[in-house]
């Protein structure tokens, strides 16, 4: 985060400026993320599930060159663009147009799009599957709209952005309205999130900063969210 507040440019000029690329790291069997560097913006990471026969976008990152598509184009391009909320909306339709697809975003958020395009879809309701086994969950929490995408893969894989956010110790996960000024969620809300997610099955947990949590994520996340819920509502005395 800038302290001295926001500044502006374009992709043109990132491209022009032949200072970023983008690395693209396969973490497991179908499974790929996309980040620039050096880091732009808040810097997060988008990936890539591939699904059979189906693969799609997590998220989004700014920079996009023709290096970029070239090698996602390589492991089999993309079939979908998936967004879990606002911040990362970023240049969702460049990405869209070069790979000639669609964006899903929960209607909760259509208030947030200031680039509009007949690309995006407005899903609604509580779950969309994008793909047998790829299926979206509308958690709000970060946003009305706030989105995580389960992948059914052996024994579950979620990926969720920030709106579950994995913390420095991967034994805990935890939720936040706004994470420049640190506020947190309503004890309410997290309840809420924590008894969507329980009904899902996953093993691991990707979230939008390379923090990922390889076992027991499910467990992971339910203890996490009893423990900041007792915080809130001034049951927790440990101060780890």
């Known amino acids: ?11 043109n000029k990132m491209i022009d400026s032949s200072n970023y690329a983008n690395k693209i790291i396969n973490h497991e069997d179908g499974l790929y993320s996309i980040t620039t560097t050096p880091a732009f913006a808040i810097g997060q990471t988008a990936y890539i599930v591939q699904n059979p026969g189906f693969n799609i976008m997590w998220d989004c990152i700014t ?13 089999g391009g993309i079939d979908a663009i998936a967004l879990s909320h606002p911040h990362y909306y970023s240049t ?25 395009s007949e690309r995006i879809i407005f ?12 299926t979206l969950h509308r958690l709000g929490g970060h946003f009305d709209g706030g989105t995580v ?15 579950i956010q994995v913390v420095a110790d991967r034994q805990w996960v935890s939720f936040m309205y706004s994470y420049p000024n640190l506020i947190p969620l309503p004890a309410t809300q997290v309840k809420e999130i924590a008894a ?45």
Request: glycine share 4%; no cysteine; aromatic share 12%.
């Open 1 to 11: 985060m800038n302290p001295e507040g926001q500044s502006w440019t374009t992709l």
């Open 63 to 75: 920079y996009i060159d023709d290096q970029t598509v070239e090698e996602i184009k390589h492991i």
């Open 92 to 116: 969702q339709v460049e990405w869209a147009e070069r790979f000639n697809t669609v964006i899903y975003i929960h209607e909760d958020d259509r208030q947030w799009v200031t680039r509009p």
């Open 123 to 134: 899903w609604s309701g509580e779950f969309l599957e994008l793909d047998e086994g790829v």
């Open 149 to 163: 995408l389960h992948w059914k893969k052996e024994q579950g894989v979620l990926l969720t952005g920030d709106i």
């Open 196 to 240: 969507k997610v329980k009904k899902l099955k996953y093993e691991k947990l990707y979230n939008a900063f390379h923090r990922v949590i390889n076992e027991n994520a499910h467990e992971t996340v339910q203890k996490s969210a009893k423990r900041y819920i007792d915080a809130l509502e001034g049951r927790f005395s440990n101060r780890i």
